[in-house]
């Protein structure tokens, strides 16, 4: 492969959806139809004055943007070597940045008179997003979440309630978030004229990958402006966390075509054995799930594998396409953080800079606090992609001990 001869990476994926070999759409002909329709939409209606007015507008006074990027001196100083920034997207309105989708999503929904919007959720933060875009077009919200998840996150499920939308518990397999996605198909697929699917990261068949992340790029290009705009410089290293990948595209994007080291952060959970991680990137192969080409982890029979991490938005076997495409031409580089680093930065960040992050957002935060003293005089812009109140019981009853330690 001829790197000159390859279109801008900022122009991809091509019109069936493809970035390089990855992405596309493999589904049933009737879902094609559907998919058809909403790339169709995307290049009409989202690209359109009116509704990027409206949706520039929800941002600003309903989502409460643009998030600030912040500079954690106190962190760099412990940490002792480059400095760490943090782009807040926990301060988005529901305290992640999925709204940003979420919103764009429901917006096109209501530009078609869609009646009621369909999605899965894991760390229930798609969710509560989903649901809360609902309630703001008022358009019904139907969730799907596995049984495990809505055990871990009850405090998410009781907030998706609140808002009025209502909640499908998924029993079948694992019972996280990969059953969730098929449960959600399946009911989409039931009416798909009269519903939407509103996926929760850059997954699933073309044009959702795209979508997702045109609406995640606002992370990206408003981190870019303010780091400029705070230091006279570009960034010389940027992290975020890599689940299906849309918080890390959405901020990666806007600097493909800079002079910047891009990492995204996967999830080692308990360690490198199948079954203990959910690193697609690192350990998957290639392979199709759920409409789209990708990279993935295998079990022995060729089927997703099981994946784990204490982060329960991180624990997807896949990738979105577009992180398989940029880790394939060495754009992105792949590292891993597990369980205890994670924890360890989650306390660190809160203790240092009265931060709590999302358990997935620590990762970033536990690589870039490792980068920092491989690279002392350059600069990390972390990602942090959400708040961590969500976790708060979770961490106090596994992870307990790690609150009696200094930090
Ligand atoms: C869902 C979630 C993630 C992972 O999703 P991506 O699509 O990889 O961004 C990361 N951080 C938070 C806070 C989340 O809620």
């Given at each position: ?43 009409t ?31 760099t100083?412990k ?30 929904a ?10 899965e959720?894991?760390?229930?933060q798609?969710?509560?997003a989903?649901?809360?875009a ?7 919200v ?46 989409y697929?039931e009416d798909?004229?009269n ?37 006279g ?36 959970g ?28 295998k ?11 204490a982060?329960s ?13 940029w ?9 891993q ?52 109140d ?10 307990g001990?790690?609150a009696?330690?200094?930090?």
């Amino acid at each position: 492969m001829k790197k000159e001869l390859l279109p801008a990476e900022k122009r991809l994926p091509d019109n069936n959806g493809f970035f390089g070999r990855f992405g596309g759409s493999f589904v049933q002909p009737e879902l094609q139809k559907q998919m058809d329709e909403i790339a169709h939409a995307y290049h009409t209606i989202c690209r359109s004055h009116n509704f990027v007015q409206d949706l520039r507008n929800i941002r600003k006074h309903f989502q409460g943007r643009p998030t600030p990027v912040y500079y954690c001196k106190n962190l760099t100083e412990k940490v002792g070597g480059a400095r760490i920034y943090l782009k807040r997207e926990d301060l988005n309105h529901t305290g992640a940045h999925k709204l940003n989708h979420c919103m764009g999503e429901g917006l096109l929904a209501k530009y078609l008179g869609k009646k009621k919007l369909i999605a899965e959720t894991g760390a229930g933060q798609h969710g509560v997003a989903l649901a809360t875009a609902g309630a703001y077009f008022g358009i019904p919200v139907e969730i799907h979440m596995g049984e495990v998840d809505i055990q871990k996150e009850y405090p998410n499920v009781m907030r998706m309630k609140v808002l009025g939308a209502k909640v499908v518990s998924v029993t079948r397999g694992d019972k996280t978030l990969k059953e969730a996605v098929d449960s959600a198909f399946e009911s989409y697929l039931e009416d798909p004229v009269n519903s939407i699917y509103c996926i929760g990261s850059v997954l699933g068949p073309h044009p959702f990958p795209l979508l997702v992340r045109e609406f995640q790029r606002v992370i990206g290009i408003e981190a870019r402006e303010q780091f400029f705009e705070m230091t006279g410089e570009m960034p010389d290293n940027i992290c975020a966390c890599v689940g299906g990948g849309s918080n890390a595209a959405g901020f990666f994007h806007a600097f493909i075509d800079d002079p910047v080291e891009i990492y995204g952060v996967e999830p080692l959970g308990r360690g490198t054995k199948l079954g203990e991680h959910a690193c697609s990137l690192a350990y998957g192969t290639e392979g199709i799930m759920h409409g789209f080409n990708s990279i993935m982890l295998k079990d022995a029979g060729g089927n997703p594998a099981p994946v784990y991490s204490a982060a329960s938005g991180l624990d997807y076997p896949s990738v979105g396409p577009e992180h398989a495409y940029w880790h394939e031409i060495g754009r992105e580089k792949a590292v891993q953080i597990n369980d205890d680093e994670a924890v360890t930065a989650f306390f660190q960040l809160s203790r240092l800079e009265g931060i709590i992050p999302a358990l997935e957002s620590a990762h970033a935060v536990a690589f870039a606090t490792k980068l920092a003293k491989e690279r002392p005089t350059e600069s990390i812009l972390v990602n942090l992609s959400g708040r961590g109140d969500k976790d708060l019981d979770f961490v106090m009853e596994k992870f307990g001990k790690y609150a009696e330690r200094e930090y």
